[in-house]
């Protein structure tokens, strides 16, 4: 996997929320974590880590945060899915950037946070994808910045990404590319009658 890091300065409002950490380093676990076992965690003021995101069997269905606790005004505001081998955009949105407005977080909803895409069959038979993702920051700098992403096909783990951006500056904006090696799926796997 080889990854292209730009960072830039730039105007931008807020909007798009991840579940995002920061502090901490990953180690990996054996002891399987539910849902049900993070929204307790949260119901009783407890933290959740990065270790607890990598002991989930599977993608939650709601969301680990607020979309109030995000302090730093990260916002994710473009993001581009492409087939390495013939450089042909599968999938891309951004948000508007025509105003320095800042969005009000807490007159936003869950919908705010949220992108659905589906690809066809033959997506599962590439090879290499790559994935650019851009985000800005706010005010505040952001130290040891960490995203987590998981891939699941049929509620199974299929890869598994720690990104460590390190130092973000104040209101920056922030691009990488991830370059992918897609799994190898059976025929069975992949039957366009199984997605999820």
Do not use: W
Request: glycine share 2%.
């Amino acid at each position: 996997m080889s990854k292209k890091t730009e960072v830039s300065k730039s105007k931008k409002k807020t909007g798009l929320v991840s579940s995002l950490y920061q502090n901490y380093s990953t180690k990996s676990s054996t002891l399987d974590i539910t849902e049900k076992d993070l929204l307790e965690k949260l119901k009783n003021k407890e933290e959740i880590t990065p270790d607890d995101i990598l002991k989930l069997k599977g993608p939650t269905q709601n969301y680990l945060c607020k979309i109030t606790d995000n302090v730093y005004e990260i916002d994710f505001v473009h993001f581009k899915i492409r087939d390495m081998s013939k450089n042909i955009v599968l999938f891309e949105v951004s948000k508007e950037s025509d105003s320095d407005e800042k969005n009000d977080l807490s007159s936003l909803d869950d919908n705010s946070r949220f992108i659905q895409y589906r690809f066809n069959k033959a997506f599962l038979k590439l090879r290499n994808i790559g994935a650019t993702v851009e985000f800005t920051v706010g005010s505040k700098p952001v130290q040891n910045f960490l995203m987590i992403e998981r891939h699941y096909f049929k509620d199974r783990l299929i890869k598994s990404f720690d990104f460590k951006f390190g130092f973000c500056l104040p209101d920056s904006r922030n691009s990488i590319e991830h370059i992918y090696e897609m799994p190898l799926l059976s025929d069975a796997e992949s039957e366009p009658n199984r997605y999820i």
